[in-house]
């Protein structure tokens, strides 16, 4: 509450008995907006597993670059909680990153691009490192990395950034992919040898194992990546045969497929898995931060989505700081506030340090990015080209508001709400473009004069779409529209 004289580790006790704090839980977003600023700044490195908090020679993990999903969740806080700069020492690594994943790519697998593997360091190397077979052989990480700076692009719209910096790295990592993906016995085209980040399974004759041909994450992420390839490619008016080669080759990509319990598949076969309570949730990249799964468009696959963290939960996942973090961004990208909160909530009851550093154990910092990044999510997503207002809500902020969150599109976007509904909303476009919002409820949308905005409307089961055409430096108004309220 305001005016709290109690320190933030009182607090915390407090809220770790049962008390309600949610403005410890805002002061747990700005503390991680705090920590990217301290940790990555211009011309600095990026946030490694500890930002730039080690105290140690030998320090966990050597307070590397986890590239299977650490040091991509550094970042997610950056677009949307407006620290783009922030994200800038993430791009000057992965541009050293490629040149050594250009040779890595050719002398490991003959392949042209470049690749990286579950893990780095200061120096940007991305061959295989380490001993552990559930982590090393894996070559998606650099093609995740990659979409941070096409993610950089959507939210800003730059031409030059997009020509100069993010399409030559897209167009990097997806001429690896066009050498090493095999077409399996199904028609389809697949990774192999790979795995499922750190996750094993059990085969037919109940022998544990995870390397693996097609593992559902790889697939998801080289969809993205050849997604990305594509529209920036055609915006760009470059590579029309290396389009013509990303549309053939995504078209013959696995897509999620569901399994005996419900859940998305996270391997070509529907195996046991090792361990149901897993920390590491790969094989819903297409939902969260992937836009491959859209809830409200495809229902059954949101379901299946919902039936994979609900197994996970039951068998004892997010058990890891980063994992819960993780998994409350999933919730939120399924329109579950509530649970998405109690995500959070277990978060920091059971995952902080008593200064709010996460802890795995020991401290690790992602889950403070993680976590900060699953509070914006529950109050605006703009992926799949539309802009949700207060998609995942939860009961226990009934009223509040937010300001400077960014969207894609060249958006920046203010949001109050009043006993659980908005109450109104204000958008900022930066560019002229079409803006689409998606809403489960009617919306008024005025210009800053209070004059109805020309736009189309479409409406199904699920909600209301509407676009409108933004013009550069206009603000546009959004409130509910009590009179189509029953």
Not at 227 to 241: K, P
Request: net charge negative; hydrophobic share 40%; aromatic share 12%.
């Amino acid at each position: 509450m305001c005016g709290n004289l109690q320190s933030t580790s009182q607090r915390l006790q407090s809220y770790r008995l049962g008390g309600e704090d949610p403005q410890l839980e805002a002061l747990f977003y700005q503390y991680g907006r705090y920590l990217l600023i301290s940790s990555s700044r211009a011309g600095s490195l990026p946030a490694n597993l500890q930002g730039i908090w080690n105290d140690s020679f030998t320090p966990p993990w050597e307070s590397d670059y986890h590239l299977n999903i650490n040091l991509q969740m550094n970042y997610w806080i950056a677009e949307t909680g407006n620290l783009p700069e922030c994200h800038e020492p993430l791009f000057d690594f992965i541009d050293r990153l490629v040149i050594n994943g250009q040779k890595t790519a050719a002398d490991l697998y003959g392949a042209r691009g470049f690749t990286a593997h579950s893990s780095s360091n200061i120096w940007a190397e991305s061959g295989l490192f380490g001993a552990w077979t559930p982590a090393i052989f894996w070559p998606m990480g650099g093609a995740w990395l990659a979409l941070h700076l096409w993610e950089h692009y959507r939210y800003n719209l730059s031409e030059a950034f997009l020509c100069e910096r993010a399409y030559p790295v897209l167009k990097e990592a997806s001429l690896f992919f066009l050498d090493f993906l095999v077409f399996d016995e199904n028609g389809y085209f697949i990774t192999s040898p790979s795995l499922s980040p750190e996750n094993s399974y059990v085969n037919e004759k109940g022998q544990v194992g995870s390397l693996c041909s097609g593992s559902s994450m790889d697939s998801q992420i080289i969809y993205a990546l050849f997604t990305a390839c594509i529209e920036a490619a055609e915006m760009l008016g470059l590579d029309e045969e290396l389009v013509g080669q990303w549309v053939g080759v995504r078209a013959q990509l696995p897509e999620p497929k569901i399994g005996r319990h419900g859940q998305i598949m996270e391997w070509a076969v529907d195996y046991v898995e090792h361990e149901p309570g897993h920390r590491h949730i790969s094989h819903l990249f297409a939902l969260h931060p992937g836009e491959q799964i859209i809830p409200h468009r495809m229902p059954e696959l949101g379901a299946a989505a919902k039936v994979t963290l609900e197994r996970r939960l039951q068998h004892g996942g997010g058990h890891t700081g980063w994992s819960q973090a993780w998994i409350a961004n999933f919730w939120a990208r399924l329109g579950e506030g509530d649970k998405a909160h109690g995500s959070l909530r277990e978060l920091l009851v059971k995952a902080v340090h008593p200064n709010l550093f996460g802890d795995h154990p020991p401290f690790q910092i992602d889950a403070n990015f993680g976590g900060a990044a699953a509070i914006q999510e529950m109050l605006l997503q703009s992926h799949g080209d539309e802009i949700r207002l207060l998609p995942a809500l939860p009961t226990a902020w009934s009223s509040g508001s937010v300001k400077g969150l960014r969207a894609r599109g060249g958006f920046v976007i203010n949001i109050r709400w009043q006993d659980g509904e908005l109450e109104a909303a204000e958008i900022y476009s930066s560019t002229a473009r079409d803006c689409t919002l998606f809403s489960e409820k009617h919306l008024v949308i005025n210009d800053a004069h209070q004059v109805p905005v020309t736009m189309a409307s479409l409406s199904s089961g699920l909600g209301y779409q509407y676009t409108f055409a933004a013009e550069p430096g206009e603000i546009y108004r959004i409130i509910l529209n009590k009179a189509e309220i029953k």
